[in-house]
């Protein structure tokens, strides 16, 4: 439900990857409504080698976005570490004095630090923090004076729609790209394997933990010291994160927590927006930015037919997506 002091939207917002400065504006020019980034730190879950934004690239990338008439959130979106609390204030400060448009905030610390000290910017509850429930969301929009969540992905269209029916705030869905593990926010996989928190430090799967080595005539990849998968001559190996390996049980292996494959609902965008939705998120903000292009250019397509109630086939995405292959996921629960 849209937030009742701001008007309605004629269209769902496009909510875009900007991993980098050049993806930033291949999002601009494909299409996107908004762009959203994160700082080249642990106070963002991306937190991967040669991606995000110092200080002055955010500057110049608000600019520019600002200019095409995009707005830019910026992702402070990892819980702040026991007794460290500056760099997570810093990046909230820096995002707010730079115009950001919103802050995406998990830490419920945080988003009061930021409703205190930055009452004038708007405030985003992230899907780390894992909210899908009235209570919950009520609770942040209540005490902290957030205007939108990102729902985690566990949630089925008519659920979204009993769930708008009983919040005050917008409300923000994935619609495309990487899958995570059903628990959203509350990722222990890998931590348990590299002894790196998502969470905390920013990166699943941290890539000086990733090794790919070839065993007679299959490649096997490896995350810190484990196997995580084998592949024949030919197959494409993807890259190793623990969810997403196949492991041996009774016998016969398998995709036990979730196979590699990609979100893609752009033919259920009318179901979308008719259940109160306001925003579209696309993931991939450790994509480059021909992937950035591709995807929001087809979204964008989809954005304006279901405005008209009308559906686009965005077939050609499954080049880019995970494994070459694609799921509604939760949405319609194909598997109940």
């Given at each position: 439900?849209?937030?009742?002091?701001?008007?309605?939207?004629?269209?769902?917002?496009?909510?875009?990857?900007?991993?980098?400065?050049?993806?930033?504006?291949?999002?601009?020019?494909?299409?996107a409504?908004?762009?959203?980034?994160?700082?080249?730190?642990?106070?963002?879950?991306?937190?991967?080698?040669?991606?995000?934004?110092?200080?002055?690239?955010?500057?110049?990338?608000?600019?520019?976005?600002?200019?095409?008439?995009?707005?830019?959130?910026?992702?402070?979106?990892?819980?702040?570490?026991?007794?460290?609390?500056?760099?997570?204030?810093?990046?909230?400060?820096?995002?707010?004095?730079?115009?950001?448009?919103?802050l995406?905030?998990?830490?419920?610390?945080?988003?009061?630090?930021?409703?205190?000290?930055?009452?004038?910017?708007?405030?985003?509850?992230?899907?780390?923090?894992?909210?899908?429930?009235?209570?919950?969301?009520?609770?942040?929009?209540?005490?902290?004076?957030v205007?939108?969540?990102v729902?985690?992905?566990?949630?089925?269209?008519p659920?979204?729609?009993?769930?708008?029916?009983?919040?005050?705030?917008?409300?923000?869905?994935?619609?495309?790209?990487?899958?995570?593990?059903?628990?959203?926010?509350r990722?222990?996989?890998?931590?348990?394997?590299?002894?790196?928190?998502?969470?905390?430090?920013?990166?699943?799967?941290?890539?000086?933990?990733?090794?790919?080595?070839e065993?007679g005539?299959?490649?096997?990849?490896?995350?810190?010291?484990?196997?995580?998968?084998?592949?024949?001559?030919?197959?494409?190996?993807?890259?190793?994160?623990?969810?997403?390996?196949?492991?041996?049980?009774?016998?016969?292996?398998?995709?036990?927590?979730?196979?590699?494959?990609?979100?893609?609902?752009?033919?259920?965008?009318?179901?979308?927006?008719?259940?109160?939705?306001?925003?579209?998120?696309?993931?991939g903000?450790?994509?480059?930015?021909?992937?950035?292009?591709?995807?929001?250019?087809?979204?964008?397509?989809?954005?304006?037919?279901?405005?008209?109630?009308?559906?686009?086939?965005?077939?050609?995405?499954?080049?880019?997506?995970?494994?070459?292959?694609?799921?509604?996921?939760?949405y319609?629960?194909?598997?109940?």
């Amino acid at each position: 439900m849209s937030d009742p002091d701001d008007p309605q939207p004629t269209r769902l917002e496009l909510v875009c990857p900007a991993g980098t400065p050049a993806a930033l504006k291949a999002a601009v020019l494909a299409g996107a409504d908004t762009v959203y980034l994160g700082f080249r730190d642990e106070t963002n879950a991306r937190n991967f080698p040669g991606l995000n934004f110092n200080r002055d690239e955010l500057s110049a990338g608000i600019e520019f976005a600002h200019d095409h008439g995009v707005k830019v959130l910026v992702a402070v979106n990892t819980f702040p570490e026991a007794g460290n609390f500056e760099p997570w204030k810093r990046a909230v400060d820096d995002a707010a004095a730079r115009d950001a448009d919103a802050l995406i905030l998990a830490d419920i610390g945080l988003a009061a630090y930021a409703a205190d000290k930055h009452p004038d910017t708007r405030r985003h509850l992230s899907v780390q923090a894992a909210a899908s429930n009235p209570e919950a969301i009520n609770f942040y929009q209540r005490e902290l004076g957030v205007r939108r969540v990102v729902l985690p992905r566990v949630l089925t269209i008519p659920e979204i729609a009993a769930l708008n029916a009983e919040i005050s705030v917008e409300t923000e869905v994935f619609v495309f790209g990487g899958l995570c593990v059903m628990a959203e926010g509350r990722c222990s996989l890998s931590s348990y394997v590299t002894g790196v928190s998502p969470n905390k430090d920013g990166a699943c799967s941290p890539a000086s933990h990733v090794r790919y080595e070839e065993c007679g005539t299959r490649l096997e990849s490896r995350l810190g010291g484990s196997i995580i998968n084998t592949f024949e001559t030919g197959e494409a190996a993807a890259y190793p994160t623990l969810c997403k390996g196949r492991f041996v049980e009774n016998g016969k292996p398998s995709y036990l927590f979730e196979e590699p494959t990609s979100l893609s609902v752009a033919h259920l965008l009318p179901e979308l927006s008719a259940a109160g939705v306001s925003a579209l998120k696309i993931e991939g903000r450790q994509r480059g930015r021909a992937y950035v292009a591709k995807v929001v250019a087809a979204f964008r397509r989809a954005v304006e037919a279901a405005a008209d109630g009308e559906r686009v086939d965005v077939a050609e995405l499954i080049s880019v997506s995970e494994g070459q292959k694609d799921t509604t996921g939760a949405y319609e629960r194909g598997w109940q």
